[in-house]
Structure formats: structure tokens, C-alpha cells
């Protein structure tokens, strides 16, 4: 039977087991949202902006492992859906985005609400697509999605223009794809492998040095096991955390810029340095030439670009994660070699002098709500299981430092691309995929009101979303390198004419609750926390001059860190 | 170093784009570029001439293998191998010059595809280095323009780029 271009869309999304499509109609979409109006098998949900419709399918995405998908009109709509997707692209996030398009014959003209999507968002995604012919379509979808979900994952756009949703195709959705020009690795070269795990074995002071690539290849259990079948130090970077149990002995913290301080200590001198899906960011290294001087560094990961583009590895690996992983236990296993239990011994004393630093330390008798009080009872009142999306600043750091993940898919942040705005969509796209979890949005006053519009949607749809809102009346981050590197001159980092965050939630039919004395603070947590159908909104009046501590400044090694 | 990267990729609207956005987005160089459909129509063949330190020669090829549309590449001058471009010169043609014009061109196996009273254009299918060296002996002043291909190139003996 022959279907039109729009009812073949659904149809495929069907097939590809799309159940929440994020977006928000258009003219040029306007027969795709005919299509979906008769059918039950993909919900949409209808998001106040695109930009959210991308971060709520990002959001979705992350807490699943599986590609969120966002549909949205053409111009204005996929101008307002990049930055979505250019965040998705810096995270390497699956994700699907259906941008419609002007009438093909129309294409070029300046036709209203025209836009080059394929050129706009090329940068930033890891392929794209313009379907002009409707008996394409179906094999577009197929493809877009293979490409999305496989290798280094990322977002695909889908630009299709109004007419090929009109036309009509048989519709026959194909099993598999197959691409001649993209075949993603999956085993790592055997002989690689064994070489990384010599080098491993003979380590006086090794460091696992793991990142996002370990949680979105599904590698987090193999790397638990592996670690712990050597005892090794772990440190995640702030797209890794869960990656390995925040909880455990062997876990370090968080390396990187606002790292711990153990963790940088250990990653600086480590002589041996296990990189595994993770991409030697800068605000992971510092300075580069001063970067772990003494280390042979072996390096995992599915994407041949990230191997030696910042610091050049010794033993480079490309494949998946958890298949490498498991090559690596069984060798470990079945080989006679042991790691050196004496050196051993020496590391993890030093490794717990460092810790008796006990850098995440902070005031608590300031008779001010301090952030890091905040992160903790919110740790506390969901007993570390929540789903934590946040938005970009030092509320992100705070959280990477103080809620300690024990799973992969619970730290939902833009850690690329920085984008604030992100944590209240993406806590959407969570909550819809996981309707019974708690689902917390740590945010700041500054953040939230990039894309406020959302609490509207929430109401729409009744996402009991926990906001943890840090304000402080600055943009935090920004005072903070103000106070640090621009002696003091706070420029338009000061967010004044603030709205009144609890009348505001109210407005939206939601609870506010204002927050601004210390001892307050559990008590307001676990009263949000029963509120267990009810978006809260948690307006923490925080010490307006708490630092993000520790910190690496530009320029500095990983020995080099501010401490208070 | 110069390096002469030659890709065959998917013959489709929008490839070229996708790797001239990727230079310029990671800031690589590109010296000369050509691109042109092969025997299967279905594939384009690129090559292009950029400059760089091995690590960034190693990113470049690795970045391009990245891109969905491009199905194979190689670093030709990683071997033996061919590189031809082609340049059309037209020169102001007056008394004396036409002849000895003629002889320079005969020189360096040029040919003179189009004459009028006071101009020749000469076209030339060489390496880059003898191009340069060809424009070198004509006096700057003669010429009228100069319009060069960029590089084409190919692997020596019986490799190819084909999958």
C-alpha cells in the first residue's frame, strides 16, 4: 500500500521503537503532525521551544542510552534546534532530528521560513540529510538512526521538505542498512590489547582515566570488573561519572579543572595512564606540556580521531569500549603476570595521603545556605538514585563533586559545549523516559531562565521535576574567574531584577518553595522529595560568593590546583 | 609538509561541502582542491593539496575518514606516485615575443590553443613545480592571466583507490 511521505515518517519511527517524539509544529510540518494525529504508537510532546524539544530528546537519550528523537519545522524552528543539536554533537549523543523544509521546487527561492538547515547545522552534526524524493525516505530513517546509535554516536538531521510529506511511496521498512563508506570498528586490534595489558601489569602507579565514551558504549560494568580485578585507582571526567560507583574505595572523584585534588595528584604522577573513552579535553589536561610527565599512556576508544589529536598515547586501541574491556579481563585472567602488589601498596598509600587532603571540604558554619550543603541533602534525600540533569556553571561543578553517582545514565550536563538552558528539558526528556524515578534539575537563577518557558510544559504533560535552583543572584562562574582574574570587576555578572522563583513556579501551576536558612535545608528537600506527583521548584537562596573549589587555573599543571 | 590527500567519496550534492567545512572549521590549510565524478558515477575523486606537521596530517586523514560520504583515502605522497595540473596563461603576443613565446612553450611540451593579434594562450600540463617554473621565464608584465586547475593526483604503479 502506498503511504505518504508523513504517515511513512511515523510509520518508521515506529519501527526504529520511538515512543516520545519532542517537538513543535510548524507550517512546513504540518502533514507529519496530520500523521501523528491519528495514531497512538509515537507520543509527541509539544515543547514551548525547539531548542528544548533538541535538549528534552538529548535528555531522553542520555538516561537511556537509546537516540532521542525532536521534530521541528523548517527555518525559525531548526535555527532555534541548533544549539540543541550542536550540544548533542559535542556529547556524542544519539539523537535524531526531523527538520521540515520548504516545497523542494521552493528550495533556494528565500521561500518563507526557508532556511539552509544541511548547511547550518553541518558543523555540528555527524551527518545530515535532505530527502527529495519520498521513495527515499523510509531508507533515510533507517540509515539516520544506524548512523546515530553506532561508532562514536552523535545526532543526525533529517531535512525534508513539505512536499516529499505529501507524496506517496510504498512503504516497506528495510531490516537492516548497510553504508559502503562508513563501517564502525568493534573488536580492538589483539595485539594491541595484549600490549596495553603488559604495560598495565607492569605499572608501579597506574590511574583508569575514563570518560562518556565508557557510559554511551555501555561499558560501565566491564569497567568495574576490570578495575577491581587489578585494584586501581579510577578517576571519571564530568562526562564519565557513573561510569565506574562514585561510592567505591578505588574511586577518586572527578579529575579535570574542578577536579579533586586526589585525583589530579594521581593522574600528575601516575606512570602508567589508562585512558578509556576519554578525549584529553583541556579541562581535563590544563596545561598540555605539563600534563603527566611521567606516563605511558595506552588509550581506548571508538572514534580514531580522538587517539593522539591532544596528547600522544603510546598504546592507542580503537574499538568498543566494553568488547576492549573484556579482551583486557580475560587476558588478565588467563596470563600468569600480577600487578606488583608492593608498588602497588605505595600508590594507594600516597593516593590516601592526597585524599587526607579532603579538598571538598567546606564552611559549615557560615550561617548561609552553601551550595555544597545543598548537593549533599539532595544526594541524601534521593538516596543517590536520581536522575541529575544540570544546567552550565558552578551549580554543574558542585553537583559533579557532591552527588556521588553509582550508575551510568543518572549525570545528565552539557560538559562540551557548555550550554545553559539544557537542565530543565533534559529533565523532561528523563522523566519521560523514566516516569516512576526521581528526577532532579540542579540549576542556577541564571541558567533556568535560558529556558523557563518549559515549566508550562511540565504542567502540560505533569512532570513531577525536582528543580534545585542555586541562586546566588550571579552568574556564578563568570563572578568567580571575575574575582579571580579580573581583580574583582564583575562585569553584567550580577543578575539583577530577578523574578520571584516561588510565585513564578505558582504561576505555572506548580509549588515554589524559597529556601534561605541553613538548617531548613534537609527538611525542604524531603518535603519536595514526598511531593512525589508535583514539579517543585527549589529556590535555594545560597552565600553569594561561594567559590567552586578546588581549581585548576588556565595555564596551571594538574599539580597545580587552588585548594581554598 | 606538503602532503597531497586523494579521496574518493559518495558523488552526491553537498559532499564537497562537507570537506571544505571541515578545513576551515579546524582551521587546516587547503592549498588546491579538485574534484571530479570517476568511471562509476556514483563516486567523486578529490585531491587535495594541504600543508601541515604530521600530527595535523594525521588528524586531517582521520577527521576526513570520519565524514559518512567519504568511502576511501589516501596520503599519496606517503608513496610513489604522479601529480598533474594544468594551466591556461594568456601572454600579451606582440613582434618578437610570438616567437619566442612559441619556443618556450615547445620547451615545456605547452601548446598555444588560442592566438589572436596581440595575445597567446598557452595551456600546460605538468607538475606544479614546472608550471611555476614555466610562469617564472615569462616577464610578469606579459601576462594577462593565469588560471591554474590545482592538483591532480595519482599512486605509481598498479594500486588503486577503489574499494
Known amino acids: 500500500m502506498e503511504l505518504t511521505g508523513a504517515e511513512i515518517l511515523v510509520r518508521s519511527l515506529k519501527e526504529e521503537g520511538v515512543t516520545h517524539l519532542f517537538g513543535y509544529p510548524g507550517g512546513a510540518v504540518l502533514h507529519i503532525y496530520d500523521a501523528l494525529y491519528q495514531q497512538e504508537d509515537v507520543k509527541h510532546i509539544l515543547v514551548r521551544h525547539e531548542q528544548a524539544a533538541t535538549h528534552a530528546a538529548d535528555g531522553y537519550a542520555r538516561s537511556t542510552g537509546n537516540a532521542g528523537v525532536a521534530l521541528v519545522t523548517s527555518g525559525p524552528g531548526a535555527t532555534n534546534a541548533v544549539t540543541g543539536i550542536a550540544t548533542a554533537y559535542m556529547d556524542s549523543i544519539p539523537m535524531v532530528v526531523i527538520t521540515g523544509q520548504v516545497f523542494s521546487n521552493m528550495i533556494g527561492n528565500d521561500a518563507f521560513q526557508e532556511v539552509d538547515s544541511i548547511g547550518i547545522t553541518r558543523p555540528c552534526v555527524k551527518h545530515n540529510f535532505l530527502v527529495k524524493d519520498v521513495a527515499d525516505l523510509a531508507e533515510t530513517i533507517k540509515k539516520a538512526f544506524y548512523i546515530a546509535t553506532t561508532g562514536r554516536p552523535g545526532p543526525v538531521v533529517i531535512d525534508l521538505p513539505k512536499d516529499v510529506t505529501a507524496n506517496k511511496a510504498e512503504f516497506n521498512y528495510p531490516d537492516k542498512v548497510s553504508i559502503r563508506s562508513y563501517n564502525p570498528v568493534v573488536s580492538g586490534h589483539i595485539g594491541q590489547i595484549k600490549r596495553a595489558v603488559t604495560m598495565m601489569l607492569s605499572a608501579r602507579r597506574p590511574i583508569f582515566y575514563t570518560g562518556g565514551g565508557v557510559v554511551l558504549g555501555r561499558g560501565a560494568a566491564e569497567l568495574t570488573e576490570l578495575a577491581q580485578q587489578l585494584n586501581y585507582p579510577v578517576t571519571n571526567t564530568l562526562m564519565g561519572l557513573g561510569a565506574y560507583p562514585a561510592t567505591d574505595q578505588q574511586f577518586l572523584g572527578m579529575l579535570g579543572m574542578h577536579g579533586t585534588y586526589e585525583a589530579n595528584m594521581t593522574m600528575h604522577h601516575c606512570d602508567v595512564l589508562i585512558a578509556i573513552g576519554a578525549r584529553f579535553d583541556d579541562r581535563v589536561t590544563g596545561n598540555i606540556e605539563k600534563f603527566c610527565p611521567h606516563a605511558k599512556i595506552i588509550h581506548v576508544d571508538i572514534d580514531p580521531s580522538s587517539i593522539s589529536k591532544n596528547v600522544k598515547v603510546d598504546v592507542p586501541i580503537v574499538g568498543s569500549v566494553p568488547n576492549v574491556l573484556r579482551e583486557m579481563i580475560a587476558l588478565i585472567k588467563g596470563g600468569n603476570s600480577k600487578p606488583d602488589e608492593i608498588a602497588l601498596g605505595e600508590w594507594w598509600k600516597q593516593i590516601n595521603e592526597w585524599r587526607g587532603t579532603e579538598c571538598l571540604k567546606y564552611d559549615e558554619q557560615s550561617g548561609k545556605v552553601k551550595p555544597q550543603q545543598v548537593m549533599e541533602s539532595l544526594y541524601r534525600e534521593t538516596n543517590g538514585d536520581a536522575f541529575v540533569t544540570s544546567d552550565v556553571g558552578q551549580h554543574q561543578m558542585w553537583a559533579a563533586q557532591y552527588y556521588k553517582f553509582d550508575k551510568p545514565y543518572r549525570w545528565i550536563n552539557s560538559g562540551g559545549l557548555g550550554t545553559m538552558g539544557f537542565g530543565l528539558p533534559a529533565a523532561m526528556g528523563a522523566q519521560f523516559a523514566h516516569p516512576d524515578a526521581t528526577v532532579a534539575c540542579v540549576t542556577g537563577e541564571g541558567s533556568i531562565q535560558m529556558c523557563i518557558q518549559e515549566l508550562s510544559t511540565c504542567l502540560q504533560y505533569g512532570l513531577p521535576i525536582k528543580i534545585i535552583a542555586l541562586n546566588n543572584r550571579y552568574l556564578g562562574m563568570v563572578r568567580q574567574w571575575q574575582e579571580f582574574f579580573y581583580d574583582g570587576r564583575y562585569a553584567m555578572s550580577y543578575m539583577e531584577a530577578l523574578p520571584d522563583f516561588v510565585k513564578l513556579a505558582e504561576s505555572y501551576g506548580h509549588v515554589g518553595m524559597r529556601i534561605d536558612n541553613p538548617a531548613d535545608v534537609d527538611g525542604a528537600m524531603e518535603e519536595a522529595m514526598k511531593l512525589k506527583n508535583r514539579l517543585v521548584f527549589m529556590d535555594f537562596v545560597t552565600d553569594q560568593e561561594e567559590n567552586v573549589y578546588p581549581m585548576i587555573p588556565a595555564g596551571a599543571g594538574l599539580n597545580e590546583m587552588i585548594l581554598v | ?163
Open chain 2, 1 to 163: 609538509m606538503r602532503h597531497v590527500i586523494s579521496i574518493l567519496m559518495e558523488n552526491e550534492a553537498g559532499a564537497l561541502s562537507r570537506v571544505a567545512g571541515l578545513f576551515s572549521a579546524r582551521g587546516y590549510n587547503i592549498e588546491s582542491l579538485t574534484v571530479a565524478p570517476t568511471e562509476d558515477a556514483s563516486l567523486s575523486r578529490m585531491t587535495i593539496v594541504t600543508r601541515g606537521s604530521e600530527e595535523i596530517i594525521e588528524q586531517i586523514t582521520k577527521q576526513l575518514n570520519k565524514l559518512i560520504d567519504v568511502v576511501k583515502l589516501v596520503d599519496l605522497s606517503a608513496d610513489e606516485h604522479i601529480e598533474r595540473e594544468m594551466a591556461l596563461i594568456k601572454v600579451k603576443a606582440v613582434g618578437e615575443a610570438r616567437e619566442e613565446y612559441k619556443r618556450l612553450a615547445d620547451i615545456f611540451n605547452g601548446r598555444i590553443i588560442d592566438v589572436t593579434e596581440a595575445s597567446y594562450t598557452i595551456e600546460l600540463t605538468d607538475s606544479g613545480d614546472r608550471i611555476i617554473e614555466f610562469i617564472a621565464a615569462i616577464h610578469a608584465d606579459e601576462i594577462i592571466e593565469i588560471v591554474r586547475s590545482g592538483v591532480s593526483g595519482i599512486a605509481r604503479g598498479e594500486k588503486s583507490l577503489h574499494p
